[in-house]
Nanobody, 117 residues
Framework: QELLVESGGGLVPPGGSLKVSCATSEGIFSNYIMGWYRQGPGNERELVADITPGGSANYADSVKGRFTISRDNAENTVHLQMNSLDPEDTAIYYC???????????WGQGTPVTVSS
């Protein structure tokens, strides 16, 4: 059973928008820092954005002003809204949950995002 269930992703033209979502259990959602990482072709996996249980968000410089991470407390889901997409944003996007104190983290399976005309 997957602890982090991702949805969304797909093919979008440059300048377009896309949203990816990650659903999890209430226990993880309420206690873990939720985030999105990505790994593009030939690149290392990098943090895109994360958000604490209290709602404080952190973004990579490359996505500031274009991407927004948010928490849906009713659905135990984290969303990543991606606007003004660029081909450089093409990657597998992975949902990640990290406990802020314990050395425990969980990864999703990944969902592909392709920005191309």
């Amino acid at each position: 059973q997957e602890l982090l269930v991702e949805s969304g992703g797909g093919l979008v033209p440059p300048g377009g928008s896309l949203k990816v979502s990650c659903a999890t259990s209430e226990g993880i959602f309420s206690n873990y820092i939720m985030g999105w990482y990505r790994q593009g072709p030939g690149n290392e996996r990098e943090l895109v954005a994360d958000i604490t249980p209290g709602g404080s968000a952190n973004y990579a410089d490359s996505v500031k002003g274009r991407f927004t991470i948010s928490r849906d407390n009713a659905e135990n889901t984290v969303h990543l809204q991606m606007n003004s997409l660029d081909p450089e944003d093409t990657a597998i996007y992975y949902c990640h949950a990290r406990h802020p104190i314990a050395a425990v983290s969980v990864w999703g399976q990944g969902t592909p995002v392709t920005v191309s005309s």
